[in-house]
């Protein structure tokens, strides 16, 4: 008997707190994407040598104020890479060490993106436009000279983005490297 009571106690308690409680929803949301991984020959690697590792990049939008639905990119992380040797030269004279710099040629070989519950395609219309050093890298085209130091990017908008509230934005551009003209 006692046992019983002890119970029914409980449950009045728990239903008395219940009933004071007010409610509320929140909505959670995780987005990603599995990237492309980076690929070597063996002889030279591509590493992050800025403060926001390559695959973790952000981008904050902001409304034009033309027209509802259209976003421009507010602010993006500057991302930063490097090209660096596998390992040691095996040759005698030791030209280069593991981890040391290689000069570079780069291109962008593909722009893709999705908005809300679209799947990745290719940026076909320049919606983004990947700079460095404040000039726009153009997809197929190499630069003409080699790349002596750490390559910065950004992402900023070619064109106002058409989005609604709440959509995730996905944006990945490949980049290849070369040590020899592309």
Known sequence: MKKV??????????????NA??????????????????TSDGVIKIIDTGNVPHTEGTI????????????NIATSSEMAFDVVHVEDDAS?????????????????TH???AVGSSLMHEDRDGQFVINTDGSAIVKGESTTNLTTESTYLTLVD????????????????????????I
């Not at 904050?60 to 027209?67: D, E, H, M, N, Q």
């Not at 959509?167 to 003209?181: F, G, I, M, P, W």
Request: hydrophobic share 45%; aromatic share 10%.
């Open 5 to 18: 009571c002890k119970i029914a106690t409980v449950s009045a308690l728990v239903m008395l707190s219940a």
């Open 21 to 38: 409680m007010a409610d509320a929803t929140g909505n959670f949301q995780w987005v990603g994407s599995i990237p492309t991984s980076n």
């Open 60 to 71: 904050v939008f902001s409304a034009t104020g033309v027209a509802t639905g259209e976003y």
């Open 92 to 108: 005698a004279d030791a030209a280069y060490k593991k981890d040391e710099h290689v000069d570079y040629y780069y291109t962008l």
């Open 111 to 113: 722009l893709t993106y």
């Open 158 to 181: 070619g064109h106002a983005l058409k989005a609604n509230e709440g959509d995730a934005v996905v944006v990945q551009a490949t980049l290849l490297v070369s040590t020899e003209a």
